[in-house]
């Protein structure tokens, strides 16, 4: 899914529908036998949620049955084999949506008159595009990748067609074993192979400047890295062999530590967002300040600790929203049930950027803070 297609979905998703909008999140597993369990957890998830509905007193006994009936129809078509870390389910009178996610998201129920989208922002935040190159002694291939989807990039791909890649040695030392340390990359054939494939990087990363994963043989990558004039853009290495006739989901998950990095990496440059707006005293941060500088749409950049919830109700004068929220306890009337996810919608609908960092990495921010536009 390109930026533009994720940007319509989580905008339709935020848009107010008639009550009850239910928002279902579960943490999930990829394997056997903890995803069995999965299962078994949601359906005790979904009979919680049956529950809610059937005592909300907004409801009538015909509304909470249409959900209800919604709800499990959408649990019913899901396949525990193919649970990623995270799944995230909606559903209304009128619809039913399951999104599984490669990010962990809490156990939650949460019922309003919208779909809270922060865990698919947090999920969609990670799914950083980045090109993987994986080297070996005679051969170099080039795969595109976006969170855990995975293509190869060659010749007859329909969106990089022309690219050049793969691209394979042409003298006769390809064939030779290489020695224990992989010196093969030390011979001029293998430079020039090389050499060849950072030239073909080129016109790739004028379209797109995209992170660039080294995989091979740890003499390999130094080699790569010694000739490429992209360095800027080497964002991590894997020090892996074997992996060139590799299929997509397997290297998929040989390359979750390299995705790790580049998140990181993403984590760091958001950081470092924030000094710079410290420093230039264009920055907020906590709950109050955040959310009073998102009305305004002066956060141009807002960074988010994973777990953090916050429960306010807007203040308001004469009718009117104003930029102010009262703190209260969960359940209170008109408390929102995550002002959080309503301060990302405001971030995202005024062009901002929203960054989730691991919890405690924002210190005594309060759990948020934001880089201002002015």
Same mark, same amino acid.
């Given at each position: ?28 597993? &990829? ?16 009979? +919680?949620? +049956?529950?809610?509905?059937? /005592?909300?007193?907004?409801? !009538? ?21 193919? =649970? ?7 559903? !209304? ?21 919208? =779909? ?8 969609? #935040?990670? *799914? ?36 050049? =890649? ?6 006769? /030392? ?22 060849? @494939?950072? &030239? ?18 740890? *003499? ?7 000739? !490429? ?6 964002? @991590? /290495? ?14 998929? +998950?040989?390359? $979750?530590?390299?995705?790790? #990095?580049? %998140? ?8 470092? %967002?924030? /000094? #710079? %707006?410290?420093?230039?005293? &264009?920055?907020? #941060? ?63 609908? $005024?062009?901002?950027?929203?960054? =989730? ?18």
């Amino acid at each position: 899914m390109s930026d533009e297609d994720a940007s319509d979905l989580l905008a339709e998703l935020r848009r107010p529908r008639p009550y009850p909008a239910v928002s279902l999140t579960l943490p999930t597993h &990829r394997h056997r036998p903890e995803n069995q369990q999965d299962h078994i957890r949601l359906r005790n998830l979904l009979s +919680e949620a +049956e529950k809610r509905l059937l /005592d909300d007193p907004k409801l !009538s006994r015909d509304q909470a049955a249409a959900v209800v009936r919604n709800l499990n129809e959408a649990v019913d078509e899901l396949d525990p084999e193919h =649970f990623l870390e995270g799944l995230v389910l909606y559903a !209304s009178a009128d619809e039913a949506r399951t999104y599984l996610v490669s990010a962990t998201v809490p156990e939650r129920i949460v019922i309003g008159d919208s =779909f809270l989208t922060r865990n698919l922002v947090a999920a969609s #935040a990670r *799914q950083i595009p980045y090109f993987a190159l994986i080297l070996s002694t005679g051969e170099v291939r080039l795969w595109h990748g976006v969170g855990y989807e995975l293509n190869e990039v060659d010749d007859q791909a329909d969106e990089l067609e022309g690219s050049g =890649f793969p691209v394979i040695s042409s003298g006769v /030392d390809r064939d030779g074993p290489p020695n224990r340390t992989g010196d093969h990359g030390a011979t001029q054939d293998f430079r020039n192979m090389l050499t060849e @494939a950072d &030239r073909k990087l080129t016109p790739l990363l004028q379209e797109a400047v995209l992170p660039v994963v080294v995989v091979g043989l740890r *003499q390999h990558v130094a080699t790569f890295r010694e000739l !490429s004039r992209h360095g800027a853009v080497l964002a @991590a /290495d894997l020090e892996v062999g074997g992996l060139l006739h590799t299929t997509a989901p397997e290297l998929v +998950e040989q390359l $979750a530590p390299a995705r790790a #990095a580049l %998140a990181a990496l993403d984590a760091e440059e958001a950081m470092k %967002a924030l /000094d #710079a %707006a410290r420093s230039g005293k &264009r920055y907020a #941060a906590g709950a109050q300040d955040c959310w009073q500088s998102a009305r305004e749409g002066r956060v141009g950049h807002l960074v988010v600790e994973e777990s953090v919830r916050v429960f306010a109700r807007v203040e308001e004068v004469e009718g009117a929203p104003r930029a102010a929220l009262v703190f209260a306890d969960e359940g209170g009337e008109g408390v929102e049930d995550d002002v959080v996810d309503s301060l990302v919608e405001m971030v995202l609908d $005024a062009d901002g950027d929203v960054t =989730f960092v691991p919890d405690g990495a924002l210190g005594e921010a309060g759990g948020m803070a934001a880089a201002l536009r002015y």
